[in-house]
C-alpha cells in the first residue's frame, strides 16, 4: 500500500490526511482537491483556493506520487514553482501552495521501500555469528544467495561472475 500524508493549517487548526493508491474518490484513480464539496475529495475552505484545484495520484511507472493541476487561472506553486501543465513529483518535505494553503507532504510511504534493506558492514566487523554472503546482481541490484553464482540473477538472467558480495542477514532472503 503507498501513501502519502498532507498537513495544513485553517482557521488555525492542522488538517492532516492521508492519501492512499486505492482510495476511494469521485474520480477513480485521483484524489481532488478543491473548495467545491461537489467536485472535490478533500475540501479546503480558505477562499483562495479554486473550486477544483489540483489532483493527486499514484503513478504507476515511476511508483510515486504526483499532483496535477485541474485550475489554468490558479495554478498551485509546488516546491516553489509555478505547475501550470504536467505533473510534478511529490515526496517528503514538499509543498503545494494553493491560493494562500500551503500543504505540507509530512509522509510519503511507498510499499517498496517496506523492503528491508541488505545492510553492508565494514570488513572485519567481528560479528559474523549469524550472517551469510549474498550477491548482488549488477543489472537489477537484487540480492541472490551464494549457490545462484553459476545459475545467473534469477531475476533478470543476468551473469553473476561480476557480481559484488554483500553480507545479508538469513531472514532477508
Ligand atoms: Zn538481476
Known sequence: MNEITLEWQEAGKIR????GDRQVSKNPGT???GRDPVKADIVLTHPTVSGLHVEIFF???CQCFQVRNLRQSNP???????LIQGEMV???GSTICLG???IKVVAVSLAGSSVPPTILMPPNSGNS???IYGLKCPKCDRISPFEQLDLGCPWCGTSLAAASSVLITPNTL
Request: glycine share 8%; aromatic share 0%; no cysteine.
Open 59 to 61: 503513478n504507476q511507472n
Open 100 to 102: 494562500q494553503t500551503e
Open 129 to 131: 555469528g549469524n550472517q
Open 90 to 92: 511529490l515526496s517528503q
Open 16 to 19: 492532516k490526511v492521508v492519501i
Open 31 to 33: 484524489v481532488r482537491l
Open 76 to 82: 498551485p506553486l509546488v516546491d516553489g514553482k509555478n
